[in-house]
């Protein structure tokens, strides 16, 4: 166990070793009582889950943490994977082991479970400017030197409130920040180079903080994954580097950081970050957070292995949710919806079904099947002219957007290969939302 993931190896020894019970809605009845660990050790059928739920795919998880460990290392740049996407300490942990450099979190509730759940080294891609959260994060910096920080400002007020709120704090170490290159109406972030330089010379003046670095975020400039796309990718990310060039010899930490990268521009951050910065000693940092599962949706078409650049992933998350009525025609309804799957960047596939039977379970997979639509507790099928689907069948679905699919659940049943004849549960995690 490496000595600095003590703290977080304990909270996920911790979570696994808690009786369960009726609190989590993939909770089985006669799982009451009973440990995470435990159930692991039984090996139970999927089959024998209730339905909807939402499941990870161990195989599938543990090939894309490796292929992405592997790809940084080609490339020579750091990972920050963006915990927000998962919230779960179990994930975290695994993407750490893999060599991970830091966990990514995106605003202050979500940074007190990181330092709780025992995250050695914390970036916020966001602005924390609430006083008392700032005296908080003191308290921790100070109680914990092995503790690091880093966050983004974005203006000179921002700046200042930092400032005022750590003055009267016993903190013996500034507080790493990192200028934010933004886009024209697009979030947060300084949209001039006059504005990032102002920003960084407010930051050297202020004993509180220390200036390490730049920060950005590409996916703010388009939604888009086309030639033109990755052209004005390219270009932010090289006002990103013209920010950083400016501040070689300015920076207060040994080793600066410049760092962008969701989970569908990497490859370019990768690229273009790439080049005459050795001199400085600045550590290119990339933050995906959706690979560590993947997805069949809008990640499938919009990550750099759709573009033939990068590492090559697979969907491991998967809602599997039951046939409960075929009224008419042409039609069936599920017993998912917008509680229990992701909606907002696609509707899920319909992939394969489940039957059960005296003879073992038949599995089938299901083509020209649609979800046309989405209820609380409903989804709606198209069935077509020869579909083997029957009421009562489970059905296999691939989501889009894993973002949207774990702040649905706050414990997650993992089995060792969805696409197995008989899925087994292999563990179970518990995420913070």
């Not at 959706?290 to 750099?304: I, M």
Request: hydrophobic letters at 45%; proline letters at 7%.
């Amino acid at each position: 166990m490496s000595p600095e993931l003590t703290d977080l190896e304990a909270t996920v020894a911790a979570e696994r070793a808690a009786p369960l019970d009726w609190q989590d809605k993939a909770v089985l009845p006669e799982w009451y009582g009973r440990t995470a660990a435990q159930i692991a050790d039984d090996s139970v059928p999927l089959d024998r889950l209730s339905t909807p739920l939402l499941t990870l795919d161990r195989a599938a998880k543990n090939r894309n943490v490796a292929a992405m460990a592997e790809w940084c290392a080609s490339t020579g740049v750091s990972l920050a994977p963006h915990g927000k996407t998962t919230m779960c300490p179990s994930l975290w942990r695994d993407q750490l082991r893999a060599g991970a450099w830091a966990i990514t979190v995106a605003n202050e509730p979500q940074l007190r479970v990181a330092r709780g759940a025992g995250v050695p080294r914390v970036l916020l891609a966001n602005l924390l400017l609430r006083p008392q959260g700032l005296r908080w994060l003191a308290g921790e910096l100070q109680a914990d030197p092995a503790f690091e920080f880093m966050c983004w400002v974005d203006s000179t007020e921002a700046v200042g409130i930092m400032q005022a709120s750590l003055r009267s704090t016993e903190l013996d170490r500034p507080v790493p920040v990192l200028v934010e290159v933004g886009h024209p109406q697009a979030r947060t972030g300084a949209r001039t180079l006059e504005a990032a330089l102002e920003v960084a010379d407010a930051i050297a003046s202020a004993p509180a903080l220390a200036l390490a670095g730049v920060a950005g975020y590409e996916g703010v400039v388009t939604h888009d994954v086309d030639a033109r796309a990755v052209e004005q990718i390219d270009a932010f990310l090289n006002r990103m580097v013209e920010v950083h060039d400016r501040l070689l010899g300015k920076y207060e930490v040994p080793e600066p950081v410049l760092t962008a990268g969701g989970s569908a521009f990497f490859d370019r951050v990768a690229s273009v970050f790439a080049g005459p910065r050795d001199e400085a000693g600045t550590r290119l940092v990339v933050r995906s957070g959706a690979y560590v599962v993947h997805d069949d949706g809008y990640y499938r078409s919009a990550t750099p292995q759709h573009r033939d650049s990068g590492p090559v992933f697979a969907p491991a998350l998967h809602v599997w949710s039951r046939v409960i009525s075929m009224p008419e025609p042409g039609r069936a309804y599920l017993d998912a919806g917008k509680r229990d799957l992701p909606f907002d960047e696609g509707l899920p596939e319909v992939q394969l079904l489940r039957r059960t039977g005296p003879a073992g379970p038949i599995v089938t997979e299901l083509r020209g099947h649609e979800i046309t639509g989405t209820n609380d507790q409903h989804a709606h099928v198209r069935v077509p002219d020869g579909s083997p689907l029957q009421v009562g069948d489970v059905v296999r679905l691939g989501i889009s957007h894993p973002c949207t699919a774990f702040d649905k659940w706050s414990l997650i049943p993992v089995v060792d290969d969805a696409s197995a004849d008989v899925p087994v549960v292999v563990d179970l995690v518990r995420t913070h939302f």
